[in-house]
């Protein structure tokens, strides 16, 4: 192994990528290199990025471009692993010559070996030697849990990733071609990440997946998600196991069940939903009707009274006209979703949507997508309002971003980074604890609490 050199990691994307960069963390450090804060601090810089839609796109490679500048210092090493590696190698290795190592999607294991390996050589008559790129053209790595991890952010909670990849083929989605096919862990080396992180503190499991209810249908004993989380719910420590990007068609009663009655199962679904007109879910190809989502609302708040539900929409789609949208519209306004996304859809090349005629212009796009997240903005603060007055269990993060004289928490209808949060006032409690509050005030998507509960 050579000396010890300082590492700088950024890390975006989605939670499935921190993961990877977590994984990335142990496993430079496990190899006797120092993590450092600063890019400018560093002798390697590596970029975990994402590729999802266009904005993910820009947003990663103004960050290379942005990390690049510090090789005119200290940094003698620039590493791109994640999606856009996996999609644009070829691309990014003639476009960005200050890249040194280029690792796809499930070749980021290799990252303590890339670390060792020596910059690479210019070949006769050039003066810039083109990136190493190692990229698996059908990612395969799904870690377990002996992989080394350092973890990013507190202690009290963690993403625990049960599968990679996906086998369906939602026509605007990029997915599958990024992180490959579906595989997935066992439950045995699942209990076993989650049973080493409960006792080392963390109260607040959330499980991800590219579709987490099609869990274990690649493993020959077929395990379920309902048997995952009778598996997991018992364990010592763990408070919250929370739900992450489940399918609308494949909530079996087993699973539902599993929600209702497993105590320590988050009464928290987050289910991306797409649409609601038949004709647009199926010229998304999502493989089910209007009626299957109708059909788990009702399902879901019938067996788990209070379940918050999260979703996702797309506006924007080829093909959507304005009966859809507003068929969209009336489904919110009757839904009455908890948390909702709304994203203008944006052409991926490589995707059966980037094909399809009857494409409605970005503009009309985003209008739909702020449309729909007004009308949501309304439906929230009016369920927050309806909790003023009602004592909560609170998951304290630590101090506000706003001001240090708030705490900001979460209950179990508030999932991490994504959704609101709880601003505690009238007291202190360290970062992790689990604290009862008495609901104040209500904003569009937070809530204030008062730590004296008399
Ligand atoms: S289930 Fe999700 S990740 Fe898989 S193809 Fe559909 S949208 Fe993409």
Redesign the pocket.
Known sequence: MTASQNIYFVSLGCPKNQVDTEIMLGQVTDAGHALVDAPEDADVIVVNTCAFIDSAKAESVNTILEMAEFKKGRAGKLVVTGCLAQRYADEIAKEIPEIDHILGSSDFPSIAKTLDAPAPKPTRGKKKALPVVQVTEAPAYIYDHDAPRVRIGGRHTAYVKIAEG?????A?????KL?GAQRSRSIDDIAAEVTALAAAGTKEICLIA??LTRYGWDLADRPTLAQLLHRLAPIPGVHWIRLH?T?PSAFTDELIDAIATLPTVAKYVDV?L?HIDDGMLKLMR?GHSSRVTYELIERLRAKVPGIVIRSTFISGHPGETDAMHAALRDFLTEAQLDRVGVFPYSIEPGTVSGMLPNRVPAKVADARAAELMELQRGISRAKLEAMVGRELEVLVDGLSEETDLLLEGRYFGQAPGIDGVVYLADGTAPIGALVRARVTQAADHDLAASLELA
């Open positions: 996906c086998d369906r083929p939602c605007f989605c990029i997915i599958p992180r590219q579709d990007y399918f991306p797409q999502r």
